[in-house]
């Protein structure tokens, strides 16, 4: 089955930009999205088709994917962006998703 | 807006059913250009896809392999909701399950508030 691998967890120093990957086999070919997990509230898309922005998502957010990786970066990261990130693909007509990265910011 | 609103028991017993509903606001059940979905989270599991609901001149299912034959989920749209059945449930089902549209094999969005079920005696 396919599988998405992202790094546990990632931590930024406020102002500063985070990267988190995420690796999956040519997921550069499938449409890549990410969803912000925090505290006891449900996700919320925060990039669809590897980098379009929902409204009301801020600008800093931003999304890439080519090759094996799909990127999602924040700039300027705030204390308020501190929530664990999930990114996900469809593969023959299954979504899948990948184990969460928590994002720290110090 | 669409919103999604879920409801249902947060206890099971083991061997029995879970069933939950997902009430959808702001859209239609029969919309052409949707799929209704159903996922869970788990610590052990993170989060996983069970299954989708979705019309296209007639109504179809997809399902997850992990759940599949254990899994139902059915439109209703006279009250234009959809539901969640899993039979057979075991401590290893206890998880956060969520209702979530997409726009056919895209993005999940929006979400439902989750509901936390708990598979125990």
């Known amino acids: 089955s396919y599988e998405l691998t992202q790094p546990p967890s990632v931590s930024v120093s406020p102002g500063q930009t985070a990267s988190i990957t995420c690796s999956g086999d040519k997921l550069g070919d499938k449409y890549a999205c990410w969803y912000q997990q925090k505290p006891g509230q449900s996700p919320v898309l925060v990039i669809y088709?590897?980098?379009k922005r929902p409204s009301g998502i801020p600008e800093r957010f931003s999304g890439s994917n080519s090759g094996n990786t799909a990127t999602l970066t924040i700039s300027g990261t705030q204390a308020m962006d501190e929530a664990d990130y999930y990114c996900?693909?469809?593969?023959?007509?299954?979504?899948?998703f990948g184990g969460g990265t928590k994002l720290t910011v110090l | 807006q669409v919103q999604l609103r879920q409801s249902g028991p947060g206890l099971v017993k083991p061997s029995q059913t879970l069933s939950l509903t997902c009430a959808v606001s702001?859209?239609?059940?029969?919309?052409?250009?949707?799929?209704w979905n159903w996922i869970r989270q788990s610590p052990s599991r993170g989060l996983e896809w069970l299954g989708r609901t979705y019309y296209r001149s007639k109504w179809y299912n997809d399902y997850a392999v992990s759940v599949k034959g254990r899994i139902t989920i059915n439109p209703d749209t006279s009250k234009n909701q959809f539901s969640l059945q899993l039979n057979s449930v075991t401590p290893e089902d206890t998880a956060v399950y969520y209702c979530?549209?997409?726009?056919?094999?895209?993005?999940?969005?929006?979400w439902g508030q989750g509901t936390l079920v708990t598979v125990s005696s």
């Open positions: 979530a549209k997409d726009r056919s094999l895209s993005w999940f969005d929006p």
């Open positions: 996900q693909a469809w593969d023959n007509g299954t979504a899948v």
């Open positions: 702001g859209d239609s059940l029969s919309s052409n250009s949707a799929s």
């Open positions: 088709q590897d980098k």
